[in-house]
Each structure stands twice: as structure tokens, then as C-alpha cells.
């Protein structure tokens, strides 16, 4: 970019032109989900902020993507992340071991669930170990508080 | 016709046609400026001036007028405040368009930019279109001024990937128009008052309430 257009692009808030500036990074996501010996099915889950909102407004887990791979193994995963307002980037997922795509729907008590933190954030490029091994719980019951 | 009854005729009819006023090329009365027909017709006489300072909810502003020597051309320098939130300042050109004796209608382009505060924040350049339809010339005007309000919203991104910086820009239209009716009373030579109501509708479909406003006017020969 010339130094024009950036002067521009740098005093036109000043002046009134831009109504609104966000910051995203593009992050590749190498997810390495381990399953209790001998499970294998599908994996379902979400993509949250590990915090969002300020003040008393602060919160954790906000989910804002879907994920869902194969099985147990290795996934690469493209999320665009904001970075105004939320911090970090958190996977929460857990096995649909009888393929109902429900979570421990009623009568089912063994369908093993995960939290992990992607590490470092922010970059273009980042890692999580999920381990699938609490049946039934949601990210509200993992998570440790930050 | 004898003679005789001609002369009487004319001698008759002679009385009427002395009465009759001799025809006035222009219709409108003759004595000092009204400030409050000026400025709520929205455009001055060649010549005439007037500022309206308004108050009320939500809306506050002060806005000036003066007529320029050219094409009967006014300019016209607005400000004007939504609960101090929304606030929008502008610049233009007002002409009136038609001046009859019972009838003024006049239209205004203003430009300039506007800043809102708060979760809904927004600015970027602005635009208004007005147009004013006030009954003149009395010590009494109502009006009707209907308002089309536009800002130009440019929102950038700043992406970072692994290839670069990216960098990418988006642009809207919001559209806010405004719909006001005003009764002015002169007072004295130069200065009136008005009350009115106004019915905005910011950003729609949504629903906005509706608010009232008292302006103080003056007016006069530059």
C-alpha cells in the first residue's frame, strides 16, 4: 500500500469518513482429538471465545462457529476470530457415539466431551489437544475458570 | 344610446372605476421581514436573514439562513441534535419554489457529517433533502417540512492471515427521514416564535417516538 491511501486510511476516522473498524485474524487450527480406547464416531462441538464483552458484562465460552470432524485424530480447521472485544479462542466438543447428533439425549449416559484452549492466540497459526473422556458434561461443567 | 344617456352612464359608473386599486404586479404585502415565515418556509427574501434556535425532545439545533443575490438562492447552515447522541451538521443551498401570496413551498440540499454515540455509534458523511410548504404571510404560519436524511457508512476490516494484511472496506446507505409541522406567531418586527411536532424515524423499519420542539426566531435586513 502506498502512503497516500494509508494517510488517508489513518486520518479518515478523524474525519468522519470511516464508520467502523474491526480486527480479525485468520487462524489455522491443528486440533488433535484423543478418544478413550477404543471409541470411534463422529465428533461434534463448537468454536467459542474464551472471553467476550466487558465490565460486568464479561463472559466466557461464547460459541460463534461449529465444528465437527470424522472421528479421534487430527483436524485443521480455518476460523475468521475477531479481536475486538473477545480473548481467545476455545474448543468444546464431545462424540456422537450412537449417531443421533444429540448430546446425551435422554437415556444416553456415556457420550465422552472436551475443552481446550488453542494456543497461542492471537496468530495465524495455532494448536489444541482435545481429550474426549468426561461422558455427558457440557462446556459450563469443564470449564475451570480461565 | 342618446347622448344624454351616455354621459349618464359614465358619470355613474365614473365613482367605481376611480375605486378600483390599480393592479399589484406583486402579490405580496409590502413592510417588515417575517422572520417566521423566513425560516420556517425555509429560505429568506433577497435581502433577509434569519436563525431559528430549537429546543425540545428529542431534537435540538440551531440552524441559519441568508438569502444570496443570486437565482434566489439562500445558504443555509444547520445543527441539529437528537438527545445529544445523534447529531448531524450540515450545509447547503435553500431556494424557494414557489411564493404566492397564501403559499410558500421551498426545497433545501444540505451536505455535511453526522456522529451518533452510543451501542447504535455510527458517522460518516451526510446528506439532507428538505422540503418546506408554509402558509404565508400573516402574523400566523403554519408549516409542513418533510426531511430525507442519508449517511454514508463505510465500515473497514483489517484481516490478519498468514499470506498478509488484508484489508477490505464495505459500504451502505442509512436512511433516517423526518417529518415535522411547525405554527409560528410573530411577535414583533423581527423576532417569532413556534411550536411543532416531529415524527423521525431513525434507521427504519424500527419504530421511533415521535417528539416536540419550541424554536425561538430572528430575523431581518442584513
Same mark, same amino acid.
Given at each position: 500500500?502506498? %502512503?497516500?491511501?494509508?494517510?488517508?486510511?489513518?486520518?479518515?476516522?478523524?474525519?468522519?469518513? @470511516?464508520?467502523?473498524?474491526?480486527?480479525?485474524?485468520?487462524?489455522?487450527?491443528?486440533?488433535?482429538?484423543?478418544?478413550?480406547?477404543?471409541?470411534?464416531?463422529? @465428533?461434534?462441538?463448537?468454536?467459542?471465545?474464551?472471553?467476550?464483552?466487558?465490565?460486568?458484562? %464479561?463472559?466466557?465460552?461464547? !460459541?460463534?462457529?461449529?465444528?465437527?470432524?470424522?472421528? !479421534?485424530?487430527? @483436524?485443521? &480447521?480455518?476460523?475468521?476470530? !475477531?479481536?475486538?472485544?473477545?480473548?481467545?479462542? &476455545?474448543?468444546?466438543?464431545?462424540?456422537?457415539?450412537?449417531?443421533?447428533?444429540?448430546?446425551?439425549?435422554?437415556? @444416553? &449416559?456415556?457420550?465422552?466431551?472436551?475443552?481446550?484452549?488453542?494456543?497461542?492466540?492471537?496468530?495465524?497459526?495455532?494448536?489444541?489437544?482435545?481429550?474426549?473422556?468426561?461422558?455427558?458434561?457440557?462446556?459450563?461443567?469443564?470449564?475451570?475458570?480461565? | 344610446?342618446?347622448?344624454?344617456?351616455?354621459? #349618464?352612464?359614465?358619470?355613474?359608473?365614473?365613482?367605481?372605476?376611480?375605486?378600483?386599486?390599480?393592479?399589484?404586479?406583486?402579490?405580496?404585502?409590502?413592510?417588515?421581514?417575517?422572520?417566521? #415565515?423566513?425560516?420556517?418556509?425555509?429560505?429568506?427574501?433577497?435581502?433577509?436573514?434569519?436563525?431559528?434556535?430549537?429546543?425540545?425532545?428529542?431534537?435540538? $439545533?440551531?440552524?441559519?439562513?441568508?438569502?444570496?443575490?443570486?437565482?434566489?438562492?439562500?445558504?443555509?447552515?444547520? =445543527?441539529?441534535?437528537?438527545?445529544?447522541?445523534?447529531?448531524?451538521?450540515?450545509?447547503? =443551498?435553500?431556494?424557494?419554489? =414557489?411564493?404566492?401570496?397564501?403559499?410558500? #413551498?421551498?426545497?433545501?440540499?444540505?451536505?455535511?457529517?453526522?456522529?451518533?454515540?452510543?451501542?447504535?455509534?455510527?458517522? $460518516?458523511?451526510?446528506? +439532507?433533502?428538505?422540503?418546506?410548504?408554509?402558509?404565508?404571510?400573516?402574523?400566523?404560519?403554519?408549516?409542513?417540512? #418533510?426531511?430525507?436524511?442519508?449517511?454514508?457508512?463505510?465500515?473497514? +476490516?483489517?484481516? +490478519?492471515?498468514?499470506?498478509?494484511?488484508?484489508?477490505?472496506?464495505?459500504?451502505?446507505?442509512?436512511?433516517?427521514?423526518?417529518?415535522?409541522?411547525?405554527?409560528?406567531?410573530?411577535?414583533?418586527?423581527?423576532?417569532? =416564535?413556534?411550536?411543532?411536532?416531529?415524527?423521525?424515524?431513525?434507521?427504519?423499519?424500527?419504530?421511533?417516538?415521535?417528539?416536540?420542539?419550541?424554536?425561538?426566531?430572528?430575523?431581518?435586513?442584513?
Amino acid at each position: 500500500m502506498s %502512503r497516500l491511501p494509508l494517510l488517508l486510511l489513518s486520518l479518515s476516522p478523524l474525519l468522519g469518513c @470511516v464508520n467502523s473498524r474491526t480486527q480479525w485474524v485468520e487462524v489455522t487450527v491443528t486440533t488433535e482429538l484423543i478418544a478413550p480406547e477404543g471409541l470411534s464416531a463422529p @465428533v461434534y462441538g463448537e468454536w467459542n471465545h474464551t472471553w467476550s464483552g466487558e465490565g460486568e458484562l %464479561r463472559v466466557p465460552l461464547l !460459541p460463534f462457529e461449529d465444528f465437527a470432524a470424522d472421528g !479421534p485424530g487430527v @483436524v485443521s &480447521t480455518t476460523l475468521l476470530v !475477531p479481536l475486538d472485544g473477545v480473548e481467545g479462542l &476455545t474448543l468444546y466438543a464431545w462424540m456422537d457415539l450412537d449417531g443421533d447428533g444429540l448430546h446425551c439425549a435422554p437415556g @444416553v &449416559t456415556d457420550e465422552p466431551a472436551g475443552l481446550g484452549e488453542a494456543l497461542p492466540f492471537p496468530a495465524t497459526e495455532a494448536d489444541v489437544t482435545l481429550s474426549l473422556e468426561a461422558p455427558c458434561l457440557g462446556a459450563e461443567a469443564l470449564w475451570d475458570g480461565g | 344610446m342618446s347622448p344624454l344617456s351616455l354621459l #349618464l352612464v359614465v358619470a355613474v359608473s365614473a365613482p367605481a372605476l376611480a375605486e378600483r386599486p390599480p393592479p399589484n404586479p406583486d402579490p405580496r404585502p409590502m413592510g417588515p421581514p417575517d422572520p417566521h #415565515l423566513d425560516a420556517l418556509a425555509g429560505a429568506s427574501e433577497v435581502g433577509d436573514w434569519a436563525v431559528s434556535l430549537e429546543t425540545g425532545f428529542p431534537f435540538f $439545533g440551531a440552524r441559519g439562513q441568508v438569502a444570496l443575490p443570486w437565482m434566489g438562492l439562500n445558504a443555509v447552515g444547520s =445543527v441539529n441534535s437528537a438527545l445529544f447522541t445523534d447529531t448531524w451538521a450540515l450545509g447547503g =443551498v435553500s431556494r424557494r419554489w =414557489v411564493d404566492t401570496h397564501r403559499v410558500v #413551498l421551498s426545497g433545501e440540499i444540505l451536505v455535511g457529517g453526522t456522529i451518533r454515540s452510543g451501542d447504535l455509534s455510527r458517522r $460518516g458523511p451526510a446528506s +439532507q433533502t428538505t422540503l418546506r410548504l408554509a402558509r404565508g404571510h400573516g402574523r400566523i404560519v403554519p408549516a409542513l417540512t #418533510l426531511s430525507s436524511r442519508h449517511v454514508l457508512l463505510t465500515d473497514v +476490516q483489517e484481516i +490478519q492471515t498468514a499470506e498478509g494484511d488484508i484489508v477490505e472496506r464495505s459500504r451502505s446507505i442509512a436512511w433516517s427521514p423526518v417529518a415535522s409541522f411547525d405554527v409560528g406567531v410573530g411577535v414583533c418586527p423581527g423576532f417569532a =416564535v413556534s411550536a411543532g411536532l416531529d415524527v423521525p424515524w431513525f434507521d427504519p423499519p424500527g419504530f421511533s417516538l415521535p417528539g416536540a420542539h419550541i424554536n425561538l426566531i430572528v430575523g431581518g435586513w442584513k
